[in-house]
C-alpha cells in the first residue's frame, strides 16, 4: 500500500534574519508623555511586525521576539543607537544563530513627516546588502504598520536566492 509514496525533497533551510529593535529619532521633539507612550509601543510592534511578515513569507524565518530580547539583555544598557555599536548588534544576532541582522530606525521629523529607514547586513561576508528609507506622510499606526510591511518586503527582497 506505501510502495506508490514518492519521498519528497526535503526543504532547503530558510535564511534567518535577526531583527535589531527599531531605533527612535526624534527631532520633532514632542515629548508630551501620550505620544512618547504611543511612539515607543509602535517601535515594539513595528519591528515583531516586520517579523511576522518575514516568518509567513516562507523562505526566511525571523528570530522571534523572545529570543531577540533575551539576545539583546546583555548589551541594553550600552544601547543608545543602532549606529553606536553595529557589532554588538551583529554578535547578538550569530548567538541567535542568524545569518542576517536588520537593523531600523524610525526617524520622527513631524506628525506628518515620518521615515523608516534600515539596513540589512549579511553576517558571513560582513556586506551591507540593503539600505532602504521608506517616508510616511502621516504619525498613525496604519501608516505606519504599512511601511513595517513594506520593509519586510523590502528585506525578503535583498537576500540572497
Known amino acids: ?11 532547503a533551510p530558510r ?3 535577526f531583527v535589531a529593535p527599531i531605533d ?6 514632542d515629548q508630551r508623555p501620550a505620544v512618547v507612550a ?12 516586520i517579523r511576522a511578515d518575514l516568518d509567513r513569507a516562507g523562505p526566511v524565518k525571523a528570530v522571534g521576539t523572545v529570543e531577540t530580547r533575551a539576545r539583546m539583555a ?4 550600552d544601547y ?12 547578538a544576532a550569530r548567538k541567535a544563530h542568524a545569518r542576517f541582522l536588520f537593523v531600523g530606525t524610525l526617524h520622527r521629523v513631524s506628525d506628518l513627516i515620518v521615515y523608516l529607514k534600515g539596513y540589512l547586513l549579511d553576517l558571513r561576508s560582513g556586506r551591507e546588502l540593503m539600505g532602504r528609507t521608506f517616508e510616511v506622510k502621516s504619525d498613525d499606526h496604519i ?4 511601511v ?14
Open 143 to 146: 501608516m505606519l504598520d504599512r
Open 148 to 161: 513595517a510591511d513594506r520593509m519586510a518586503t523590502a528585506i525578503e527582497r535583498h537576500l540572497p536566492h
Open 15 to 17: 535564511a534567518t534574519v
Open 80 to 91: 543608545d543607537h543602532p549606529s553606536t555599536c553595529p557589532e554588538c548588534l551583529a554578535t
Open 38 to 49: 504611543d511612539q515607543r509601543l509602535w517601535l515594539h510592534e513595528a519591528a515583531a511586525r
Open 74 to 77: 546583555p548589551i541594553n544598557d
Open 24 to 29: 527612535l529619532f526624534d527631532t520633532a521633539a
Open 1 to 11: 500500500m506505501l510502495a506508490g509514496i514518492v519521498p519528497t525533497a526535503t526543504a
